[in-house]
């Protein structure tokens, strides 16, 4: 039986280190044998999932680490709620990205083995 890991993150992609440390752990899980991931943003992590994210060469893109854990897998929703609040439109969400509800994240917490808020 797989094991099911629900990551919540909270922090926006970039100013602070807490999103791309989430996402390494969950890029890290995936690609073990027998894991589930999804992971859910909320408030200024929704702005993780915007697309067309361009960092220089050699820095971290979020973005592209959420491709990662998709491949893997993994689904990735974004809270409606706090996309509105940040003008964030649903054709803005990068690949494998889909807007999603506080009553989804319920679900995937009741569905989860661990629950890892970040």
Do not use: H
């Not at 893997?72 to 999603?100: H, T, W, Y």
């Amino acid at each position: 039986m797989a094991k099911k890991t629900l990551f919540i993150l909270n922090d926006p992609p970039y100013g602070t280190e807490r999103s791309y440390n989430a996402l390494r752990l969950a890029g890290a899980l995936g690609k073990r044998e027998g894991e589930e991931i999804k992971l859910f943003l909320l408030g200024d992590a929704a702005l993780c999932a915007k697309t067309g994210q361009k960092t220089p060469n050699g820095y971290y893109n979020i973005e592209k680490m959420l491709k990662v854990v998709a491949r893997q897998g993994g689904q990735i929703g974004v809270c409606g709620n706090c996309m509105d609040a940040r003008g964030l439109a649903e054709p803005e969400l990068a690949e494998d990205c889909f807007k999603s509800s506080l009553d989804e994240l319920t679900d995937w917490t009741a569905w989860a083995d661990e629950t890892l808020i970040f």
